[in-house]
């Protein structure tokens, strides 16, 4: 009896919605080469009390200063992290305008435009914010999530690839890899990657969730949801399980279609 293959993986399009709610549920991160979980995507994050006096003083700084490079880049950065994506857009935008040889600037633009889902946009500026003289391995790792978020993933993996010469086993880099295997439907290998970053960085939830869909992807669902329950509260872990299984029935019922 010959045995039954294994059902395709979806387009990206289908996983990555119901993934930010796997990995990035509570979770807030730093830019978009550290969102490995939806390659690029941050969750919106609600700003807490403990939070607004730290904007209200940057906007006011920004209001003083708005031709401030660093005051731009600090209040851009701000309101990213508070979820603001549109408005850390033309923060960053206006102060590019009147910088627009400033590195820093240019990175921090990228990223905003990433998390705001203009990914052609993003790569295009992040390509202006290094030079093949200077590289930096964060904006090499952006491009390429921004790349595999365009359906792009053999131009992504070349950038993960000169990223990881720069810096050899980087867990981001490694993560964002291996989603970018999966995106191709190449499981053995993105699971392979996926563990290289687990193990290089154990305590880092953004890489335990992304090796947990891979794994459960591959069928291994008893593995993938003891990783997702790895030090989180028992709400948070019920939670996180349940959007795990949620996903792999979709992924099911789409291949069973």
């Keep these: 009896m010959s045995k039954r293959p294994s059902p395709a993986l979806p387009p990206a399009k289908f996983l990555l919605p119901a993934f930010m709610v796997l990995v990035l549920g509570g979770c807030q991160t730093n830019g978009i080469e550290d969102v490995t979980g939806a390659l ?4 919106e994050a609600p700003v807490t009390a403990d939070a607004k006096p730290d904007m209200d003083a940057l906007r006011e700084r920004y209001r003083a200063k708005p031709s401030d490079p660093s005051v731009a880049l600090a209040y851009g950065k701000a309101l990213r992290e508070t979820g603001q994506r549109a408005q850390a857009v033309a923060v960053l935008e206006q102060a ?15 990223r905003a435009l990433a998390d ?36 792009r993933n053999e131009e992504a993996q070349q950038y993960y690839a000169s990223a990881l010469k720069i810096v050899p086993d980087e867990p981001q880099v490694l993560s964002n890899l291996g ?36 794994l459960g992807l591959e069928g291994k669902q008893a593995e993938a949801e003891s990783i997702v329950r790895a030090d989180l509260p028992p709400d948070q872990a019920a939670a996180k399980v349940t959007a795990l299984r949620q996903l792999l029935a979709k992924k099911q019922q789409r291949a069973d279609r």
């Excluded at 690029?40 to 969750?43: E, L």
């Design 40 to 43: 690029g995507v941050k969750s």
């Design 179 to 214: 989603l970018s295997y999966m995106l191709q439907n190449n499981l053995p290998r993105a699971e392979e990657t996926m563990r290289r970053a687990h193990e290089r960085n154990p305590g880092d939830p953004r890489v335990r969730a992304n090796l947990a869909l891979v």
């Design 116 to 151: 705001n889902g203009n990914f052609q946009q993003a790569f295009d500026v992040l390509s202006r914010a290094h030079t093949p003289e200077d590289p930096d391995w964060r904006i090499l790792s952006a491009q390429g999530a921004a790349l595999d978020q365009l359906g």
């Design 96 to 110: 590019v305008l009147g910088h627009p040889s400033n590195k820093a600037l240019l990175a921090g633009y990228g």
